[in-house]
Nanobody, 126 residues
Framework: QVQLVESGGGLVQAGGSLRLSCAAS????????VGWFRQCPGKEREFVAA????????SYADSVKGRFTISRDNAKNTVYLQMNTLKSEDTAVYYC???????????????????WGQGTQVTVSS
């Protein structure tokens, strides 16, 4: 089992940047594929980005492609989401999720993940 803790959320102006972190504890996180999801009030949780356990493969939602970058540092058991050129519609609670997978697998659906963090709020003011 792995425990996930997100950090790095906050209030930022439109056009600004934030970097979210997802720190894993418990089992070695390098065996896990990781994803970021977000949920706006009154809306379904949606996929944002995902990375394979080795970090070689990534996937992004169309709405964030070119603006967000997912990466990982397995030595630090941490996955990052660098968010640039933020827009008001990026305002949401951001969650990281993890699931034990073979190398090279990226997971873009909620149901593919067994472990979730508690979320971190990102607010983008226009």
């Amino acid at each position: 089992q792995v425990q996930l803790v997100e950090s790095g959320g906050g209030l930022v102006q439109a056009g600004g940047s934030l970097r979210l972190s997802c720190a894993a504890s418990g089992r070695t996180s390098r065996d896990y594929a990781v994803g970021w999801f977000r949920q706006c009030p009154g809306k379904e949780r949606e996929f944002v980005a995902a990375i394979s356990r080795g970090g070689v493969r990534t996937s992004y939602a169309d709405s964030v492609k070119g603006r967000f970058t997912i990466s990982r540092d397995n030595a630090k058991n941490t996955v990052y989401l660098q968010m640039n050129t933020l827009k008001s519609e990026d305002t949401a609670v951001y969650y990281c999720a993890a699931d034990r997978r073979l190398t090279g697998v990226v997971i873009t659906t909620e149901t593919g993940y067994a472990y979730w963090g508690q979320g971190t709020q990102v607010t983008v003011s226009s």
